[in-house]
Structures are given as C-alpha cells and as structure tokens.
C-alpha cells in the first residue's frame, strides 16, 4: 500500500477544486442559462464520451428525476444511452456522427445542448456542437485542460484547468451537481 500516493491524490484533488473558484463567473452564467431554458419548457440535450457519458446520463437523471428537493420533472436526455442509434449511426455515418444526428432529429430551437468533454477535442462533440449552433440551439460545454477545439465552438464553455482526467471528471461531477442544485433552488413549488 502506497500511503504517499493516497495523500499525493488528495492534495492534487483539493488543488484542482481551489483552482475552480477561477471559473465561477463561467459555472454561474451557465447556471443561469441552464435555469432560463429550463424555465422556457424547452429541453436539455447531453453528450460526452465514456467517464464524460456516464456523466451525462447522471446529469439528465437529476433533471428528470430529481436532485435534492421534490420538484416537477424537467425534459433533459443524454445522447448516449441510445445503444440502437448509437451502433446503427455508428454504423451507416460513422462514430464521428453519433451524436449530431441525434441533435438533428431530437433538438429544437431554444433548447440547450451541454457537451462533457475532458480534452475539449472530441471529432463527435465538436460536430454535435455545430449542429446544434445551427440549429438555434443553446451550447454548453464542461472541458478541461485549456478547453481545446470547443472552447472557441460553445457559447458558454467552462474549463477545468487541469491535466489530470480523473481530477476534472471530479470537478465535473462537482459542477454538475452545483447545476441540478441551482435548478431545484429555481424552483417555486413541489410536483402536483
């Protein structure tokens, strides 16, 4: 057992999340812009690759379901839980396509696509992302690193400036959770 390493993580850990107090005007608009188009009735799409989609679907989970406080269920779905339109997409456009095809035919104007990126410089999510811009639709990115491709393609990105991905897919989860928070605040009154 390697007690140095345990404490060399925890250090690395603290460190990373005291770093994020850098990015609160970038979490808090998002915040804002998260509530407003929950507000407006339109829906939330999410999409990320492996830690980053299981990322997702716990965040549409606590837009559907709900987080802390009772509250009414917020339309919100993450792209990667399809595996039918997944492997056929996949299949017959190529993996580069999985989700832009999806925000195609699931988006709308208004609504809200938040991408999950560790290294910001996903061929799949950087696709996902412009079509959703063309589409009217609202963009979200949580990157890390210095934000790569999508930094520049997101409206609102939010970078966790680390190296490490299991230090930002930590602050994500934390980021994440600060968000369904900031959503069960905006609520007035519990679910009928």
């Given at each position: 057992?390697?007690?140095?390493?345990?404490?060399?993580?925890?250090?690395?850990?603290?460190?990373?999340?005291?770093?994020?107090?850098?990015?609160?005007?970038?979490?808090?608009?998002?915040?804002?812009?998260?509530?407003?188009?929950?507000?407006?009735?339109?829906?939330?799409?999410?999409?990320?690759?492996?830690?980053?989609?299981?990322?997702?679907?716990?965040?549409?989970?606590?837009?559907?379901?709900?987080?802390?406080?009772?509250?009414a269920s917020y339309p919100a779905l993450a792209l990667t839980t399809d595996s039918?339109?997944?492997?056929?997409?996949?299949?017959?456009?190529?993996?580069?396509?999985?989700?832009?095809?999806?925000?195609?035919?699931?988006?709308?104007?208004?609504?809200?696509?938040?991408?999950?990126?560790?290294?910001?410089?996903?061929?799949?999510?950087?696709?996902?992302?412009?079509?959703?811009?063309?589409?009217?639709?609202?963009?979200?990115?949580?990157?890390?690193?210095?934000?790569?491709?999508?930094?520049?393609?997101?409206?609102?990105?939010?970078?966790?400036?680390?190296?490490?991905?299991?230090?930002?897919?930590?602050?994500?989860?934390?980021?994440?959770h600060f968000w369904a928070c900031c959503v069960d605040e905006a609520v007035k009154?519990?679910?009928?």
């Amino acid at each position: 057992m390697n007690t140095q390493l345990f404490f060399d993580q925890i250090s690395e850990h603290i460190d990373c999340f005291q770093a994020l107090k850098h990015s609160a005007p970038e979490i808090l608009r998002a915040a804002r812009e998260l509530t407003a188009t929950i507000a407006s009735g339109k829906k939330i799409l999410i999409c990320g690759n492996g830690g980053s989609a299981a990322d997702a679907q716990h965040f549409a989970a606590e837009l559907v379901g709900r987080f802390e406080k009772e509250r009414a269920s917020y339309p919100a779905l993450a792209l990667t839980t399809d595996s039918s339109a997944l492997t056929a997409i996949g299949n017959d456009y190529g993996f580069d396509r999985v989700f832009s095809r999806q925000v195609e035919g699931l988006g709308r104007k208004g609504d809200m696509l938040i991408v999950i990126s560790t290294s910001g410089n996903s061929p799949n999510i950087l696709k996902a992302v412009r079509k959703a811009a063309s589409m009217g639709m609202q963009t979200i990115g949580l990157l890390g690193r210095d934000g790569g491709g999508l930094k520049g393609e997101v409206g609102c990105p939010v970078i966790v400036p680390h190296v490490r991905t299991a230090r930002i897919q930590e602050a994500h989860g934390f980021i994440l959770h600060f968000w369904a928070c900031c959503v069960d605040e905006a609520v007035k009154a519990p679910a009928a």
